[in-house]
């Protein structure tokens, strides 16, 4: 992809490093994104700076790196001329929004993690219901991932 760029918010901070760790290692230029509500909630810091070639923390309320939201740090990347060739987030379904609302806008290809409850995984409870667009999708069998681009940019 050449430059790729990992989000996460909350506890997506997780699940994003063993992907930051991939796109890494198949050799491309690494931005991470990591934020939270304060610097209390902030974790695997030490972790993705090892990793990414530049890592830029967040926070709601200012206690620690920059004042604000992950989509305003990612906004000023592609603002600022940086050639994103991919995007991953995970995080709180209105950050993974607002990060798909943005991304769109310059036809950047984001995916992001539908992460509901997941109760039989055959989408016969309707637990992981989710509505992208407007379609109605399960998690468990259409894939919190794997739904594609194109539905992806459409919540």
Not at 34 to 62: M, P, W
Not at 128 to 134: A, F, K, M, S
């Amino acid at each position: 992809m050449g430059t790729a760029c990992v989000v996460g918010g909350g506890i997506g901070i997780a699940p994003i490093y063993p992907i930051a760790q991939a796109y890494r290692a198949a050799g491309n230029k690494l931005h991470t994104i990591i934020g939270a509500r304060n610097k209390s909630l902030l974790f695997y810091e030490e972790e993705h700076r090892a990793v990414a070639d530049q890592l830029h923390v967040c926070t709601d309320d200012g206690s620690y790196g920059h004042h604000g939201f992950v989509s305003d740090v990612l906004k000023k990347l592609i603002d600022g001329g940086e050639k994103i060739g991919m995007i991953m987030a995970i995080g709180p379904v209105p950050m993974m929004r607002v990060v798909s609302n943005l991304t769109r806008q310059y036809n950047v290809p984001t995916w992001v993690s539908l992460n509901p409850l997941m109760v039989d995984g055959t989408g016969m409870c309707g637990g992981c219901r989710v509505r992208i667009g407007d379609e109605t999708k399960f998690a468990c069998v259409d894939g919190p991932t794997s739904t594609g681009i194109k539905l992806i940019l459409t919540f």
